[in-house]
């Protein structure tokens, strides 16, 4: 029977023997249990602490970096490579290395492979060769060691960072943390990206992780302003900290300085490793021209237009730097094409011949659900119907309304929760104004505020602009330079409430990264403005106030809290101004004839629809043209106009409110809810992607279109009636009864899917109640009414 050697690599045995045969041979004259060696080892690098596992490395690698000591104090770095591996100047470096980051440090590097040993002072790096090695040598050796200078420890640093990945791993990792740590904040802290708990999992993080995995060298992470691209490089840098072959480094390019200037700053702060711009350059070559370990460098908030940073870019992904570095850049949608195109946009640019682009998009279904379970872990969940909210899909917001589901049941037993509604109301203003209220801030939101005005009444901006100002809060240089001064637009930016970017139409202008807190602003601006025309001219008001409820982001809740503000005054609105809005339905269209064209903003840019006599054509961005195939019957579905005046109606009647009249006070939200409630089409912003325009519902016989039960609540209608039904106990049976007299099938689905939600909700008698009436009323006559 022939044997077969099994173990091909070094054992946790082969390391102890080997030890044990090295300090017989160099200490000699001391007792075999008076020298202790240490296989797992820390010294500090400025903030961080690097971690050494030198069993680990023996078994791996075949060398091992070890700490022997006598009488509790270290005596030697052990550099032990297996039997037959060449020693080299780069083991020695990196031993001394070692002894002069650990405190206190040993005055002895030894370096073998079994065949061939090598000793060095710590001190000087020069070779330890006395007489012989003996007790009286080794303590002159100690006392010469006190006089290690801290040029030895910056010296001692360059070499671990340059050579050793398992130090400049985790130094970097150290960095990276401390980093994310100062743009940490808690759920209120707006300005701040990150939120201890609350990482969402994107797919585009996926995307990204598989481009680095594939060997690709420069990554662009594109996406809106606020769609969560920081949120996604941190995310990336949670899942290469566990993986050992990626070292991982974040920087802001946007904060200052180009992008070798804030690595070089990242490592002086935390590692006080002093290195200038092209010192860090150079490190960086050196680091990625390495085998074992690939470093990872994310760039967030990339500028487009900031030369500097381009030329970083474009040096970082050259063949300058070898295949151990990966860049992966955040950088706005906007201005993405600016990056990777070149020559007015009639060729690729360097960077755009070498990128793999991910697009970072408003939340997935899926990614919606990851959010929604999280929060539920905080006690705060989601009716039924948010999962359809297109302003749910935007963490920002998500961030924002769970920060005021947090305040208010702070100090609330854990048994309990708090639902959120499906969809932003007024209560984003009103929150808002609990959290942001100081008057400095509040001055220069009313100027941000009356500047956003001045731009959705240009009628010259271009369609892309106008289209972009209706999902994000964007300005125009020049329309800010009116309102607000240099210094005041300074501090805006220093402290985050603003953050420079070019716009959709290539202009250059500000995305306010506070839109809650303009949202208020704006409401407040519009208020005064419309009791004062809705006492000249209700008509002209309601149309006026339904035009910019059309323009902005949130237009519909902004402009439903302005005319709620504006009824409470003493001399507020008056009743024809809700009569003006009433008297606005929407109004079903034709589909579109021949000629007719119309704009859509999509991710890669603007698209313009034409329609021809085969049917609608698709022009994109580059000039691409592409057919729309539409299947027979199906057409463009059912469209209609004008939609905004009872839009506002429906927010406003989430609360209850009363008017001035002719004939005295007037309790009006009652009324509103059944004059809106019957609308024949479905009330909803048609905003976000188009999962978000996608919802179940029928075709009753009366040629409308209501929702599905099981969609939940989606219309802002229904969401007042849900709402009244839970407040209003004397004045829900009189308002049912009339209701059903109207004998409207949309206004009964909308009260049975209120109805249905308040049995799941309410409890005790309120819960009862609702599910009766739905028993006894509500479902046995919209039975009747289908089966005519």
């Known amino acids: 029977m022939t044997s077969k050697k099994l173990t091909t690599s070094p054992t946790e045995s082969d390391l102890e023997s080997a030890i044990d045969g090295v300090i017989m041979r160099v200490f000699h004259w001391l007792p075999r249990d008076a020298v ?82 090598r000793l060095f002072e710590t001190h000087t790096g020069t070779t330890w060769n006395p007489s012989g090695y003996t007790e009286e040598a080794l303590a002159q050796l100690v006392r010469n060691a006190a006089q290690v200078a801290k040029a030895d420890l910056r010296q001692a640093v360059d070499t671990l960072m340059g050579t050793n990945a398992r130090v400049w791993r985790q130094a970097l990792k150290q960095v990276t943390s401390d980093a994310f740590e100062e743009l940490r904040g808690d759920w209120d802290s707006s300005l701040r990206p990150f939120v201890p708990d609350f990482l969402i999992p994107r797919h585009a993080t996926v995307q990204t992780l ?62 006080d490793w002093p290195v200038a711009p092209g010192e860090a350059r150079d490190w960086l070559i050196r680091v990625s021209k390495a085998a074992s370990t690939k470093l990872v460098l994310l760039v967030d908030s990339f500028l487009a237009d900031s030369e500097g940073s381009r030329k970083d870019i474009e040096d970082l992904s050259s063949p300058r730097f070898g295949g151990g570095l990966a860049v992966v850049a955040a950088l706005d949608d906007s201005v993405a094409d600016m990056v990777v195109l070149s020559g007015g946009g009639r060729g690729q640019s360097a960077i755009g011949r070498r990128a793999s682009r991910v697009r970072v998009d408003p939340l997935s279904g899926r990614e919606f659900e990851a959010a929604a379970s999280i929060l539920a872990n905080k006690r705060v969940s989601f009716m039924r119907g948010a999962q359809m909210t297109p302003e749910y899909r935007q963490p920002w917001v998500l961030r924002s309304v769970a920060a005021a589901a947090l305040q208010e049941i702070e100090g609330v037993e854990v048994r309990y929760g708090l639902a959120l509604p499906p969809f932003q109301g007024m209560d984003l203003i009103r929150h808002a104004r609990s959290r942001f209220n100081d008057p400095g801030q509040r001055r220069l939101f009313t100027c941000l505020a009356n500047a956003v005005l001045a731009e959705i009444n240009d009628e010259t901006r271009r369609p892309e602009l106008v289209l972009q100002s209706v999902a994000l809060f964007v300005i125009r240089d020049a329309t800010v330079a009116k309102y607000i001064g240099d210094d005041d637009r300074a501090k805006l930016i220093s402290s985050g409430l603003i953050k420079p970017a070019v716009l959709a139409d290539k202009s250059t202008g500000l995305v306010v990264q ?5 949202a208020s602003e704006l409401a407040r601006l519009l208020e005064d403005e419309l009791i004062r025309k809705a006492r000249a001219a209700p008509d002209d008001a309601a149309h006026w106030l339904s035009k910019i409820a059309s323009s902005l982001p949130f237009g519909d809740v902004i402009t439903a809290r302005s005319a709620f503000d504006a009824a409470q005054q003493a001399q507020g609105l008056n009743s024809q101004f809700i009569e003006a809005l009433l008297d606005s339905p929407p109004i079903s269209q ?35 043209q592409h057919k729309i195939e539409i299947t027979e019957g199906d057409g463009f579905g059912s469209l209609y106009d004008n939609i905004y005046p009872w839009l506002i109606l429906s927010h406003l009647t989430e609360l209850p409110f009363i008017l001035e009249s002719s004939s005295g006070k007037v309790r009006v939200d009652m009324h509103i809810l059944l004059e809106v409630g019957s609308a024949p089409m479905v009330l909803r912003k048609m905003d976000g992607t188009s999962e978000m325009q996608m919802f179940p519902a029928y075709d009753g016989p009366d040629s409308s279109t209501y929702i599905a039960c099981e969609a939940g609540i989606i219309e802002p209608i229904t969401f007042s009636i849900f709402q009244m039904f839970l407040r209003e106990e004397d004045e829900v049976d009189d308002w049912i009864e009339a209701a059903i007299a109207q004998q409207s099938l949309p206004l009964l689905h909308r009260i049975h899917i209120a109805l249905n939600q308040a049995t799941q909700m309410a409890q005790g008698h309120v819960g009862m109640r609702a599910k009766q009436i739905l028993a006894d009323k509500i479902g046995p006559e919209l039975q009747r009414m289908l089966q005519k």
């Open 210 to 271: 598989k481009q680095i995995v594939a060997g690709e060298r420069l990554v662009l992470v594109e996406g809106a302003p606020m769609a969560g691209k920081s949120n996604v490089l941190r995310e990336l840098a949670t899942h290469l900290f566990e993986n050992e072959r990626f070292g991982v480094l974040y920087v802001e390019a946007g904060v200052g300085r180009d992008i070798f200037g804030r690595i070089a700053d990242a490592l002086a702060d935390a590692l």
């Open 514 to 518: 506070l839109p809650e807190m303009l």
């Open 590 to 624: 034709p589909p579109p004839a021949p000629g007719s064209k119309f704009s859509l903003m999509m991710p890669g840019g603007l698209v313009t629809i034409t329609m021809t006599s085969k049917g609608p054509v698709a022009t994109a961005a580059d000039g691409q």
């Open 36 to 117: 202790h060696h240490q296989t797992k080892f820390s010294f500090k690098v400025g903030r961080g602490t690097v971690h050494i596992d030198g069993t680990k490395g023996y078994v791996t690698e075949g060398r091992a970096d070890i700490i022997l000591s006598h009488m509790g104090r270290p005596l030697a770095v052990l550099e032990l490579k297996r039997n037959g591996v060449q020693l080299t100047d780069d083991d020695a470096s990196q031993g001394l290395s070692y002894a002069r980051m650990l405190v206190p440090s040993p005055p002895l590097v030894i370096l073998t492979n079994g065949d061939d040993t």
